[in-house]
């Protein structure tokens, strides 16, 4: 049995953060369905930038913009039809988990991350337009978006809710995600609504390199770790969700995010190693699952009760570092990130488009 196999024996899925079409057209993620046990996708604007970069989209950009197609119309044609073909390669694994696994996830604009009734409308119009039930739509997790995923799964619309970096935010997430399973128990509609929450692991401690104490270093983006499956442990357990299981309902699954190693002088598996846990999703960019298949290990898988969290961020505390605030923080300027790349993206989809006129 290889590592990756072995983690998703005990519990973990591993999905891999990346699609190309030529990954689809090369049987390149099918591959990774078959030997490194992955067993769902997800994508973002810098993802489908770099894709649309690379020439395999040009003959697709010609045809649309021949016909009158732009902007975020001519893009999200391109993704939805990359996401469906994806999903339909997940799909065998989505009917044999019953809806636990097997899903891809779609942006909507990160233009409209402080508009939540656009948020909704758009989350509703590109689920209808995938025409996929494995298919989540990402939507942040931020105060205006919370309203929004709550509207979401009321809906039926599965979310991935991303932009998540804190206990904090998680809860928040998990709450608006409930509050809308809710809302469907009482109207008497099916609950088993499908949901992730992503939470962003490697940017903690990118943020506090210059400003850690050298013997924390790499270690408060996995403390937070602790702090928020601490926290995801509770809402399962807690009466609030045992009831809605009672009614059919699903448990939100917690996502690791971001968990490429940036620092190069740590484990390129930091955060793979360090975030193994049963019943939640690591998603990898191809280079940090084809590290972990090399060379990847398993250790203890994280405890339920947050282990050594509160005691590790308590250093951070009083070396200066606002974990509270940096976390808000972090998702504005995650947030302003995800605007500056779609914004990439529109502009590499118009020159795209003028240089294959």
Known sequence: MNVTQALHEQGQSIWLDNITRSMLDTGQIQHYIDQYSVTGLTSNPSI???????????????????GGRKGEELFFELAIEDLQRAADLFLPIHERTDGV?????????PLLAYDTQR?????????????????????????????AIEEAIASGVPVNVTLLFSADHYRAAADAYLRGVERRVEAGQD?????????????????????????????LALAVGLDVYRTYREVMGSQRFQRLENAGARMQRLLWASTRTKDPAASDTLYVHGLAAPFTIDTMPDDTLKAFFDHGE????????????EAILARFASAGVDVKALAAHLQSDGAKSFVAAWNDLMERIDVQSKAVA
Request: charged share 25%.
């Open 191 to 219: 609950p088993a609504v499908g949901s992730v929450a992503s939470v962003f692991m490697s940017r903690w401690d990118v943020a506090v390199k210059d400003t850690a104490p050298a013997d924390l270093t790499d270690t």
């Open 119 to 147: 948020t909704v409308e758009a989350a509703k119009a590109l689920h209808a337009r995938a025409d996929r039930r494995n298919l989540f739509i990402k939507i942040p997790g931020t105060p205006e978006g919370l309203p």
């Open 101 to 109: 696994d097997g899903w891809v996830s779609l942006e909507v604009s």
């Open 48 to 66: 489908f930038d770099k894709a649309i970069g690379s020439g395999d989209y040009d003959d697709a950009i010609r045809a649309k913009a021949a």
């Open 298 to 309: 398993i250790g203890e898988t994280l405890p339920s009760d947050g282990g050594e969290s």
